[in-house]
């Protein structure tokens, strides 16, 4: 193989997947990329094993072959140079010469054959979603996802379909067990993804996903075989779906709130972050008491000492008491756009209901603590 | 003719003289402790065979005149006690006026002593209990007891004797306990003419102590001496990174007399609390000083057995004096190497160096006893992680490894106990109720002892048959399997008295063990960083709460060592 590249170019693809090559693997080839040439095109792919991506960029193709590269050094190597043209030629015994005119490289590789297939489902029916809904969707949800330890069982985000009057849409929820984040949106041709009952999509997979979704404008998905695929111009992921099934969580989203209360988001958000001062492994709760148009919030450390802050909110019921752990309402109110939220509570002994206006379809929930 | 016959003199004294006299080793430490008794300060021990030949005990007390030379081997025959009253409050360590008559009875043995006052001394012989002659002699001060052919009237008891070497190893592990207590008196062992043992006076334990448990231990030992009230109590004790699976480097001394007690064991396993592994047990010598009359040794002929008055206060000062002693040195890897202590993050910063320039390196005396402790002020430069469970981290004098399941492990159980000691532990509840099936034995715990279950900050509701629902946990327990967790922690809450804190502590522990990252779970450095310096605040940063290490210390000289870079 003997290719010339624009450096930018690869840089950008090159730059992407360092997070999916395994650095600390014990199999050396998924630290590697790997290289195909043909055509007018170069198609660069790296997987481990959980996600694989692919991306084709133009090149002027000297000579159509297979490579795979380091791919920590090809970054490197790239990232360094300042010229615009990009060489990289496949020599005898796996070496390939890299060289931007100026450097030459001789890099050590595997050999391309040993790569692992890229195993692209076929015939799956994909739908179009607008790059940006996708990506809220992604942020609105992901936070709440366990943090990822060996086999535990919610470590991704649970992806459905609902069906609706007048048309289905695509609901995306995660939960830690302590908290619940959930958003749906609208979705043209549906009904034509293959989400059977629900899908869990891996927090890493989401999060490769959203970097491909955050660039903007459209986006294919669909689904297959335990398998979702997803194609932006020239660029393709296909990550497995975590065997896990998701918890029934239609019981736990409180038909209706006794009390609803406005806040503003920021100085609700700010309040909180103040609260979170004074909160370490053993003592985390904030205490909200509501009542007369105030809200208080307490946090109370024996440890260290008190915090305290009240805000002006709409409210004359009887007095609301609950307490919550303050990092989880900055989670979800980091991830909401709107100005005002609305608090939605039922008693101490259920969860806080989080909505807003501009954050349309999403709904947040955080289980009190004990008082 | 009646079934029933009193038995003859010779007999009936045989059988008291077994309950005595079981073996050699028991003819040694009962004439030590006539010796003692006698006010000696040398003592010399000589045995032939293993103690089945000959045991020849000489001492430089007071010694006896004729007529209490003849008295002493009459059964309940003593110098010691006079009245019952004096029973109840025993200071010398015979007392029962038996030693010298079950030695006699079952042995040739041969009487030599001289008070001081007199210039000439008796002898006097007995062979089974039967005077065969007493004559005049000449003699050093002191008594001299010569007990040969121990049991040549007693063929069975003979033949249970063991080889004469274990008889051997029997004597000189009495021998070693006997003179522990009594370091002001010069022992010596010698068997058949070699020495075995030489025990000079010292003012000090330390000589004595090295003896008993080897010069290593001895050199680690932390000694501590308390007075509370009336009781005294000394303790000598190993580093628990010398425990051992048995308990036999235990020593306990009441007012001198070597004893065994279940009590004072469990007070010396509780002090040194979660330092010890299940089924360990650490090496230390305990004496305790007491009032005679709050002490009844007259339990058992051999005097291994002692009750005391009251106990309770007895356990309390054992377990007190010991628990400070070990937090004094205790921060961490105590007492060997106090030079060599991975301290994290000190909370004394070192002074300036042209501060410390100014100050006058003489004239200021150190404080007796405050041993400056040089610590690190930054947390250790950290490797990595080896196989996803040990953290690998440079310090100073060489390399740390750290167990990052048994150290977070230690964080979460004094977070639970903070929390569980103040009624604090957070408690959050579950968006989706957990559902647990549980064994009848459990269901049992739970409808009987709910009350305990929400003091740990456990909310679990009955939803029909064996089925409950968890509604809330503590907030400090993330990503725990429920139903392990709980079926352990049922099975810790089934035992025991409602207020028994011992029960408390091993339901904590479980709930640490869940709660804690385990064994290959990838930390990022500054989860690392964090989790050294929660460990830092901790009252016991050396042990995880089942006791075992936290640390493992390797000194760059063991590596060296290990590379041959020096031999």
């Given at each position: 193989m003997e290719i010339r590249i624009d450096r930018e170019q690869l840089l950008k693809s090159v730059s992407r997947v360092q997070s999916i090559?395994?650095?600390?693997?014990?199999?050396?080839?998924?630290?590697t990329i790997l290289l195909t040439a043909s055509g007018k095109n170069i198609s660069l792919s790296a997987t481990d094993l959980e996600i694989g991506f692919k991306q084709t960029i133009p090149a002027d193709i000297v000579k159509e072959g297979s490579i795979t590269v380091s791919g920590r050094k090809l970054f490197e190597i790239l990232k360094e140079s300042t010229k615009d043209n990009f060489q990289i030629k496949e020599k005898e015994n796996n070496w390939v010469f890299l060289s931007d005119g100026l450097a030459r490289f001789d890099l050590a590789c595997l050999a391309a054959d040993e790569y692992p297939s890229f195993i692209e489902p076929e015939d799956v029916s994909m739908v179009e979603v607008d790059g940006e809904i996708l990506s809220e969707m992604i942020n609105k949800t992901i936070y709440s996802v366990t943090v990822e330890e060996a086999g535990f069982k919610l470590s991704g985000v649970f992806t459905e379909k609902v069906d609706n009057e007048g048309g289905g849409f695509l609901r995306m929820v995660a939960t830690d067990g302590h908290r619940l984040s959930m958003i749906d949106k609208d979705l043209i041709k549906i009904d034509s993804l293959d989400l059977g009952s629900g899908v869990m999509i891996p927090k890493k997979g989401m999060s490769e996903l959203n970097k491909l979704a955050s660039e903007g404008g459209p986006v294919q998905i669909g689904f297959k075989q335990k398998n979702c695929v997803a194609k932006k111009d020239n660029a393709l992921i296909v990550m497995r779906l975590l065997e896990a099934k998701f918890p029934d969580y239609h019981a736990v989203i409180p038909k209706e709130e006794k009390y609803s209360i406005k806040v503003n988001k920021i100085s609700l958000l700010e309040a909180m972050r103040k609260m979170l001062i004074l909160s370490n492994e053993r003592y985390r709760a904030v205490k909200i008491a509501i009542e007369n148009d105030t809200m208080e919030m307490v946090s109370t450390n024996p440890d260290l000492g008190e915090a305290q802050e009240n805000m002006q909110v709409e409210y004359r019921g009887e007095r609301l008491e609950a307490g919550f752990n303050p990092r989880y309402f900055i989670d979800t109110l980091q991830s909401m756009e709107s100005e005002f939220v609305l608090l939605g509570f039922i008693d101490e002994s259920k969860p806080c209901i989080l909505k807003g206006d501009a954050d349309k379809g999403f709904l947040g929930l955080i289980m009190p603590m004990r008082l | 003719m009646n079934a029933i016959r009193i038995l003859p003199e010779k007999v009936a004294s045989q059988i008291a003289a077994g309950e005595v006299i079981d073996r050699p080793a028991s003819v040694v430490r009962e004439l030590i402790d006539n010796s003692i008794d006698a006010g000696a300060d040398r003592i010399v021990v000589r045995i032939e065979k293993g103690g089945k030949g000959l045991i020849k005990v000489s001492d430089n007390g007071k010694g006896m005149s004729r007529d209490d030379l003849l008295l002493c081997v009459e059964r309940h025959a003593t110098s010691k006690i006079e009245t019952a009253s004096d029973l109840f409050s025993i200071k010398s360590l015979g007392f029962r006026g038996e030693a010298l008559p079950s030695i006699a009875s079952v042995s040739r043995m041969k009487l030599t002593t001289r008070p001081k006052d007199r210039l000439e001394g008796h002898r006097l012989k007995i062979a089974g209990g039967k005077l065969t002659g007493i004559e005049e002699t000449g003699a050093p001060v002191g008594t001299v007891v010569e007990a040969g052919d121990l049991f040549f009237n007693i063929p069975a008891r003979r033949k249970f004797l063991r080889a004469v070497r274990t008889e051997t190893d029997h004597i000189i592990d009495t021998f070693t306990r006997v003179a522990l207590p009594f370091p002001g008196v010069n022992f010596k062992l010698d068997d058949a003419g070699k020495t075995l043992m030489n025990l000079p006076a010292s003012d000090h334990q330390l000589p004595r102590l090295s003896v008993l448990l080897g010069r290593k231990v001895a050199e680690s030992i932390t000694e501590a001496q308390e007075r509370i009230h009336e009781l005294g109590v000394s303790v000598y004790l190993a580093p628990w990174e010398l425990s051992r699976t048995r308990g036999d480097r235990l020593y306990v001394y009441v007012n001198g007399r070597n004893i065994r007690d279940r009590l004072v064991t469990k007070a010396i396993m509780e002090g040194y609390g979660q330092r010890l592994m299940k089924g360990h047990y650490p090496q230390a010598v305990i004496f305790l000083e007491m009032d005679p009359s709050k002490v009844d040794v007259n339990v058992h002929p051999t005097k291994q057995e002692v009750r005391f008055h009251n106990s309770r206060d007895v356990f309390q000062a054992i377990v007190s004096t010991i628990e400070k002693a070990l937090a004094r040195s205790s921060n961490p890897l105590y007492g060997q190497v106090p030079d060599q202590v991975p301290s994290f993050v000190s909370d004394v910063s070192e002074p300036f160096p042209e501060f410390s320039q100014h100050v006058p390196t003489q004239g200021i005396p150190a404080r007796a006893g405050v041993v400056e402790q040089p610590a690190i002020s930054e947390i250790p430069q950290i490797i990595g992680q080896l196989g996803n469970t040990y953290i690998l981290c440079q310090v100073k004098d060489g390399l740390l490894m750290v167990d990052q399941h048994a150290a977070h492990e230690r964080i979460m159980y004094e977070n639970l106990k903070k929390g569980f000691n103040n009624s604090r532990i957070e408690v959050q509840a579950l968006l989706m109720p957990h559902k647990l099936e549980l064994s009848a034995k459990e269901k049992r715990v739970v409808q009987e002892k709910g009350e305990r279950l929400s003091r740990f900050g456990i909310e679990l509701d009955h939803f029909g048959g064996n089925t409950f629902l968890l509604r809330a946990v503590p907030a400090l327990l993330e990503n725990v399997e429920w139903d392990s967790f709980l079926s352990e922690f049922l099975a810790e809450l089934e035992e025991g008295e409602p207020e028994d804190n011992a029960i408390f502590d091993r339901a904590l522990t479980v709930m640490a063990c869940h709660g804690a990252i385990r064994a290959g779970y990838r930390m990022t450095n500054e989860e690392i960083t964090h989790l050294f310096y929660q460990l830092e605040e901790m009252d016991l940063p050396t042990n995880c709460p089942h006791g075992r290490p936290i640390f493992k210390h390797f000194t760059y000289y063991e590596i060296e060592k290990m590379f041959k870079r020096v031999v």
């Open positions: 090559i395994e650095r600390k693997s014990n199999m050396p080839i998924l630290s | -």
